[in-house]
């Protein structure tokens, strides 16, 4: 499966960004999926995930509550509702996807997804 993210932008500080996910090559219905996100001079750390059947959502506790991942595999693709943006949200924001079993075990382990998409920069301004 290959995966194109999109819809980053400028934004200031409380608004609301949504970003998406195209998935092509493969049915996208078979992957567990990711966002992930890496902020200038920091390393990649993990935003939210979902499960291939949507049964079940995890995100990090500093997006929780403000960000909700989403996906519809009928149109291959993932999305990530961010709302109450603050400027510590801007970074390059990356999908990635996974057929790994144990999954709820390492949803927030980035060595487990085989699969990335190019990022979409999103900038908060305060």
């Known amino acids: 499966v290959q995966l194109q993210a999109s819809g980053g932008g400028l934004v200031q500080a409380g608004d609301s960004l949504k970003l998406s996910c195209a998935a092509s090559?493969?049915?996208?219905?078979?992957?567990?999926a990711a966002w992930f996100r890496q902020a200038p001079g920091k390393d990649r750390e993990f935003v939210a995930a979902?499960?291939?059947?949507?049964?079940?959502?995890y995100y990090a506790d500093v997006v929780k509550g403000r960000f909700t991942i989403s996906r519809l595999n009928a149109k291959n693709t993932l999305y990530l509702q961010m709302n109450s943006l603050k400027p510590e949200d801007t970074a390059v924001y990356y999908c990635?996807?996974?057929?790994?079993?144990?999954?709820?075990?390492?949803?927030?382990?980035?060595?487990?997804?085989?699969?990335w998409g190019k990022g979409t920069l999103v900038t908060v301004s305060s």
């Open positions: 979902i499960r291939r059947s949507a049964d079940a959502t």
């Open positions: 090559g493969r049915t996208f219905g078979n992957y567990h």
């Open positions: 990635a996807a996974t057929s790994t079993a144990s999954y709820s075990s390492r949803y927030y382990n980035a060595e487990i997804y085989h699969t």
